[in-house]
């Protein structure tokens, strides 16, 4: 990779959501995994994470969160499928 997605300024914070707290998340939400938004694998923005976070596997959850000057924060979520 040469150039850092998660640096740029149109592109939102994303982390990748541990184990526990994506069960607390889940059963928070209702809903299971799969109904979550996707991203996948070769997205520009898991590789970065992969680089500072080692592997990431398929079932992940990654949160995405954008700062927005009329809704404040969002906080958004997405399984991590293969290609």
Request: charged share 30%; aromatic share 2%.
């Amino acid at each position: 990779m040469r150039f850092n997605v998660l640096e740029h300024q149109l592109v939102p914070e994303h982390r990748l959501v541990a184990e526990e707290e994506a069960v607390a998340l889940l059963k928070k939400l209702r809903i299971t995994k799969d109904q979550l938004p996707k991203i996948h694998r070769s997205d520009p923005v898991i590789q970065v994470l992969e680089r500072i976070e080692g592997p990431i596997e398929e079932g992940r959850i990654v949160k995405v969160t954008r700062l927005s000057g009329t809704a404040g924060v969002s906080e958004a979520y997405r399984l991590v499928i293969g290609r």
